[in-house]
């Protein structure tokens, strides 16, 4: 069965970076997109960029240009989204998630199960 | 880029009623958008895609309307298990996707 598997919870201080992994099973890792959602305490999904296991291809929401980088390594089936300069608004849960096209419509089918990422001092 | 706007934010109701939630977009988006359920602690899943194509293993009570910039989620008899937060996404600006801010539905 597909699974997503993510890291477990993480505690930075400002300012410095951190680094999700997502590991994929039950498919082919390098046949489908892979996006980043995060959920703030509280607040909505919001979408932050997405990657091409594939060809490494990618694509970041612009309010996290420069901010995140999404990598993978195909051998181990496992995309990474690292975030850098981090600040208090960066306290959330971090998704992963699979992307298929069906009726030509891309959704998500299959989410990781989180990671939660608090920033402290 | 594409806003989707959700309304209402939150709403009461009852087990056993009709509950709708209306999604709009800042743009036509065609049939391209989808609705995902979130029950705290719990990631998202998928109810409909492309606006009106019902999600495998999602009970027939969920329905989903709409196409351009006006959709509608539909819960034709609310069940207990259907408290939770709803969220619609659309997709026609792929790979980027946009999400609502989501709707509330709590029990009265």
């Known amino acids: 069965q597909v699974q997503l598997v993510q890291s477990g919870a993480e505690v930075k201080k400002p300012g410095a970076s951190v680094k999700v992994s997502c590991k994929a099973s039950g498919y082919t890792f390098t046949g489908y997109q892979i996006h980043w959602v995060r959920q703030a305490p509280g607040q909505g999904l919001e979408w932050m960029g997405w990657?091409?296991?594939?060809?490494?291809?990618?694509n970041y929401a612009q309010r996290f240009q420069g901010r995140v980088t999404m990598t993978r390594d195909t051998s181990i089936s496992t995309a990474y989204m690292e975030v850098s300069m981090l600040t208090s608004d960066d306290t959330a849960v971090y998704y992963c998630?699979?992307?298929?096209?069906?009726?030509?419509?891309?959704?998500?089918?299959?989410w990781g199960q989180g990671s939660l990422v608090t920033v402290s001092s | 880029d594409i806003q989707m706007t959700q309304s209402p934010s939150s709403l009461s109701a009852s087990v056993g009623d009709r509950v709708t939630i209306a999604c709009r977009a800042s743009?036509?988006?065609?049939?391209?958008l989808n609705w995902y359920q979130q029950k705290p602690g719990e990631a998202p899943k998928v109810l409909i895609y492309a606006a009106s194509n019902l999600q495998s293993g999602v009970p027939s009570r969920f329905s989903g309307s709409g196409s351009g910039t006006d959709f509608i989620l539909t819960i034709s008899s609310l069940q207990p298990e259907d408290f939770a937060t709803y969220y619609c996404?659309?997709?026609?600006?792929?790979?980027?996707?946009?999400f609502g801010q989501g709707t509330k539905v709590e029990i009265k």
């Open positions: 996404q659309q997709s026609y600006s792929t790979p980027t996707l946009t």
């Open positions: 743009q036509s988006i065609g049939n391209y």
């Open positions: 990657m091409n296991p594939n060809n490494g291809g990618r």
């Open positions: 998630a699979r992307v298929v096209v069906v009726a030509a419509t891309p959704h998500i089918d299959y």
